[in-house]
Antibody, heavy 119, light 107 residues
Framework: QVQLQESGPGRVKPSRTLSLTCTVS??????????WSWIRQHPGKGLEWIGY???????YYNPSLESRLSISVDTSQNQFSLNLSSVTAADTAVYYC???????????WGQGTLVTVSS | DIQMTQSPSSVSASVGDRVTITCRAS??????LAWYQQKPGKAPKVLIY???SLQSGVPSRFSGSGSGTDFTLTISSLQPEDFATYYC?????????FGPGTKVDIK
């Protein structure tokens, strides 16, 4: 059974960097079939794709966040990480990590972690 | 980016009702579309992928159709556990954008 778990601070001060890590258990982390992704949901709102990292380290970033965003992968630990710099209150959201397949969609999600940007 | 729209934004329905939700893409996406169900405080759950393929374990009362720019999710006989918010998502090109959601609540 594949499981994903987000970890990181639940509160970040404005202008600082938001850092989260997703730990994956079960399945094949280094399969070429998966895009290891971050998705967020602002309170009471819809879903926003942040970006993905491939097991090889190739990344894709949402253009709306690209200038502040970095996603990396550590295949030895079955982990991938998100760093979002210069955060504002508009970055307050539930952040999900997910295993994405182009054909089958997003079957596996983390439970989500609420990150609040506040001083 | 490919923009996704959904209608209606909300629908009130009764148990046993047939519910249809529409999703439209701003450009053709062939059959690269998935549907998700989300309940409060939970991650979304995939129901349909490739526009019309039922994800394993999902009840057969859920069905999807469409291709190109126009898609439909149908719940043939609404059950109490189906009251939730539904999202479509295109998988044609990154970023894999989502629709704004359709909330199905109790009439």
């Amino acid at each position: 059974q594949v499981q994903l778990q987000e970890s990181g601070p639940g509160r970040v001060k404005p202008s600082r960097t938001l850092s989260l890590t997703c730990t994956v258990s079960g399945g094949s982390f280094s399969s070429g079939a998966y895009y290891w992704s971050w998705i967020r949901q602002h309170p009471g709102k819809g879903l926003e794709w942040i970006g993905y990292v491939y097991y090889s380290g190739i990344t894709y970033y949402n253009p709306s966040l690209e200038s502040r965003l970095s996603i990396s992968v550590d295949t030895s630990q079955n982990q991938f990480s998100l760093n979002l710099s210069s955060v504002t209150a508009a970055d307050t959201a539930v952040y999900y990590c997910a295993r994405v397949e182009k054909v089958r969609g997003i079957i596996y999600w983390g439970q989500g972690t609420l990150v609040t940007v506040s001083s | 980016d490919i923009q996704m729209t959904q209608s209606p934004s909300s629908v009130s329905a009764s148990v046993g009702d047939r519910v249809t939700i529409t999703c439209r893409a701003s450009q053709g996406i062939s059959s690269w579309l998935a549907w998700y169900q989300q309940k409060p405080g939970k991650a979304p759950k995939v129901l349909i992928y490739a526009a019309s393929s039922l994800q394993s374990g999902v009840p057969s009362r859920f069905s999807g159709s469409g291709s190109g720019t126009d898609f439909t999710l149908t719940i043939s006989s609404l059950q109490p556990e189906d009251f939730a918010t539904y999202y479509c998502q295109q998988a044609k090109s990154f970023p894999f954008t989502f629709g704004p959601g359709t909330k199905v609540d109790i009439k």
